[in-house]
């Protein structure tokens, strides 16, 4: 199937958006059937389908479908929970996370040079082969008045790192320089955030980015973002090596897991 025939080409790792069909099969499959791959956060429970047409802080309405589950390492997936149509999903979604997991190790690897340090260093702080992938998949349907709305609200992504894909409706943008800036549209190109847990752990030297999405009046914006997080037992705080008395730790050390809890429950790090 696919609605971007003209973007698969050469580099199948960074080209294929290899839950199109599966967002298609979930996202706009019939109400019911959604709800039978409904998450249910109050369990703790993300997996599946979720919605967030709700209102936050600013009145602004949120204005995205979702869908999330784990790709990585195998001892946490749930096939059960992948969408089942197209039948081709899981073989594709396979494939997709064994190339992430290679950009991943290559990032991670070029990160830690990038602070003085051996390439495998981060790597191992995020739980070496333990290292969790996770999908979600965004879908920003039409919006009428899309001025009242956000598709994601200014966050950084809790993550190490994010890697990102949307399709070709414009909407991310990154807080810089004081403002909002458009990230532009690169056909075949794989969008790469710096999350929490790299910015605690570079001590600062690496700095999340803050974004947000927009949605569009017209056309369906679609992103599929694959977060790259330690395991949830797993203990970030500043590198010892990065850490003396001219460069005090500027964060506090903490399990992932408290890390999360208090990011949705919005209580200071
Ligand atoms: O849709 C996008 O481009 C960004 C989505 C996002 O920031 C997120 O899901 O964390
Ligand atoms: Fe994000």
């Not at 050469?10 to 019911?32: C, F, H």
């Not at 927009?214 to 997080?229: D, G, N, P």
């Amino acid at each position: 199937m696919g609605i971007f025939p003209s973007h698969r080409s050469q580099d199948r790792t960074v080209v294929d958006r290899p839950a199109e069909g599966g967002w298609r099969g979930i996202l706009q499959a019939p109400q019911k059937e959604k709800e039978s791959y409904a998450n249910d956060p109050s369990t703790g429970s993300f997996e599946g389908y979720g919605t967030k047409m709700t209102r936050n802080l600013d009145e602004k309405v949120e204005w995205v479908d979702y869908y999330f589950h784990f790709m990585s390492p195998p001892s946490r997936v749930n096939l059960d929970i992948w969408p089942k149509n197209p039948p081709s999903y899981r073989g594709v979604t396979v494939e997709y996370n064994g190339e992430l997991l290679k950009i991943t190790n290559k990032l991670l690897e070029l990160l830690s040079e990038g602070l003085g340090l051996e390439g495998k260093v981060l790597k191992s702080c995020l739980g070496g082969d333990g290292i969790e992938l996770e999908m979600k998949i965004n879908m920003y349907p039409p919006c009428p008045q899309p001025q009242l709305a956000l598709g994601v609200e200014p966050h950084t992504d809790m993550s190490a790192l994010t890697l990102l894909v949307p399709n070709d409706v414009p909407g991310l943008q990154v807080w810089k320089d004081d403002n909002w800036v458009a990230v532009e549209y690169f056909p075949n190109a794989l969008f790469v955030h710096v999350g929490d847990q790299i910015e605690v752990l570079s001590n600062g030297k690496y700095k999340s980015v803050l974004h947000r999405s927009l949605v569009s009046k017209e056309r369906m914006r679609m992103s599929w973002a694959v977060f790259v997080v330690p395991p949830h037992e797993t203990v970030i705080g500043p590198l010892p090596e990065l850490i003396d008395e001219k460069n005090p730790a500027k964060y506090s050390t903490k399990t992932y897991a408290e890390y999360r809890y208090r990011k949705f429950n919005k209580i200071p790090q």
